[in-house]
């Protein structure tokens, strides 16, 4: 079976088709590298096994909240599909619990990854307390995972049209809008279509969207490299910007509204996301523009009450010190020290709604904070 993450061929970018970062068929499992050769070329990595895996996570040969999640899952999916394993159920069940573990290390900003194998951990065990042999264990496990990559694409999709339905109402005095986005939220950065970019993507087919703007996004520039990449590709109307260009943009008018994506949301809604969001949060509150969200429920994580909690992770110097995201020439003074946060927190006050697969979230006309905890209830 072709497991097919938004229903192009399996060749990145495809004429009139969607790219495709995760290409996965039962057994084999390629990644399109988003860390060396984007946007010049395509070039699929095969992965193997969790190791694999853990490092094409950790190297952000892929990267994104949803697609790390999906392909740890399914790296190890390849792995038990490939071996020949002689075991018992428990034994199956340890080694992929301990595999799980190994590959939640990779990244730990992002709580789609520790949601994934916290998901999986529980199917394992679910299934090892009826079934006798390894191969029924590993079958559960690898039906599982193929199924997060299948129902990502339906969840942004939904997370599209409730994000064009919500601006479209809360902007319908306009025509056309204008959106900003920071990072690369898109297909590159989940199973298909995306989340933030997911939202431009329906405003666009809506006929509603005057123009995107893009960030560059430093310093790993996911902006221009990726999100710039999926704009052209998809022929959106968009113009890529300077970080630093954000608040000129704002000032000049040229903005409507700013959505991003989320690495983690906590219970109140302060949000990380790239760094650099929080800049972009504070410019858009500063000149009274919406500022949203989107995410799938996924990216919630209601055991934490607010940002204070996340865990930022920091990247390599090398990021600064070189150019091209550290894999060009040197480029900073040698000796200088470095701070290269890969994320912000972007506190709930300065955000106008999330925007999920079930619904916006919204806030009380007086609060600061989402009731989040409150939304999910109710949706389901
Ligand atoms: C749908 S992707 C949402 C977020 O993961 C995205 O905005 C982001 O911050 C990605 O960071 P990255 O370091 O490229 O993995």
Known sequence: MLLEANGSSAAGATAGGSLQSICYERGSLRLLDQQRKLPLETVYLDVKDSTDGWTAIRDMVVRGAPAIAIAAALSLAVEVCNHDFNGTSEDASSLLIKKL???VSS??????LSDAV???RSLVLKTVETATEAKTVFQAYIDAAETMLIDDVASNKAIGFHGA???RSNLEGLEKISVLTHCNTGSLATAGYGTALGVIRALQSEGFLEKAFCTETRPFNQG???TAFELVHDQIPATLIADSAVAALMKAGHV???IVGADRIAANGDTANKIGTYNVAIA??????QFYVAAPITSIDLSISSGEQIVIEERSAKELLHSDGGRGKQVAASGISVWNPAFDVTPARLITAIITEKGVIIKKA????FDIKGFIETAK
């Open 118 to 120: 916290e998901k999986l």
């Open 224 to 226: 221009s490299r990726l």
């Open 107 to 112: 990244r730990p900003t992002a709580v789609n």
């Open 165 to 167: 339905k919500h601006l």
């Open 256 to 258: 409507n509204a700013v």
């Open 101 to 103: 573990e190994y590959l």
């Open 284 to 289: 858009a509150f500063h000149h009274g523009i």
């Open 366 to 369: 007086s609060d600061e904070a």
